[in-house]
């Protein structure tokens, strides 16, 4: 059953950390292409070709600078600069692009596949899929999107039903939570408990 992907994907909705499982996989295959463009690609012609074309997103150039592998940035920095000087007619497209953003998508796309391929063969991985506490906005949308393209079409509403019970769960424990953050600003429950709801402000950001 391990197909390329899967072992991720089954570590991510096995820990039991209560955050979307995809953000804990886009973080994995985030820093293993800061790893790599640094260390083993950044000197390969074909590579190089792709980083002077794409050019990296202000995230991921400081996320770069942090690794302290000044050298290693410099001679990225370097010939990108050349490129830039010989394209000057062609900035717009820069201001759109990212190498490794790109990369992660691209990896992200075949995670969300093997995770459809998951629920499609393995009864255990809709029984993870139920267990997660939620999925972010984006992965939720990509997550039923390749639902819809990958699964038979007798398995699509199983599927959906799956994965948006999970989200509508937590859309609705979150709103309690914030309807009673906002509560215990009305003098009437000033003396009740806070409940789960001190935090409510940070867990409702960082989920939308």
């Not at 393995?122 to 819809?148: A, V």
């Amino acid at each position: 059953m391990e197909k390329i992907y899967t072992i991720m994907i089954n570590e991510a909705f096995d820990d039991g950390e209560p955050m979307c499982p995809f953000c804990k996989i886009h973080t994995k295959l985030e820093n293993n292409e800061l790893d790599l463009i640094l260390g083993a690609s950044m000197m390969e012609p074909d590579i190089r070709i792709k980083t002077n074309e794409l050019g990296f997103c202000d995230k991921h150039y400081a996320a770069m600078y942090s690794r302290k592998n000044r050298l290693g940035l410099a001679l990225i920095l370097e010939s990108h600069l050349d490129h830039i000087r010989n394209h000057l007619n062609k900035l717009e497209k820069l201001e759109t692009t990212c190498y490794v953003c790109e990369r992660i998508n691209y990896n992200l796309t075949h995670v969300f596949e093997n995770a459809v391929y998951l629920f499609e063969k393995d009864n255990d991985f809709i029984h993870k899929i139920k267990r997660q506490k939620y999925f972010c906005l984006p992965h939720y949308r990509r997550f039923i999107e390749s639902g819809k393209i990958n699964l038979p079409k007798k398995k699509i509403n199983e599927f959906n039903e799956a994965v948006t019970e999970v989200m509508l769960q937590y859309f609705d424990e979150l709103r309690n939570d914030v309807s009673w953050f906002c509560k215990k600003f009305d003098y009437r429950y000033e003396n009740e408990p806070w409940y789960n709801s001190k935090d409510a402000i940070e867990r409702a950001l960082k989920f939308l």
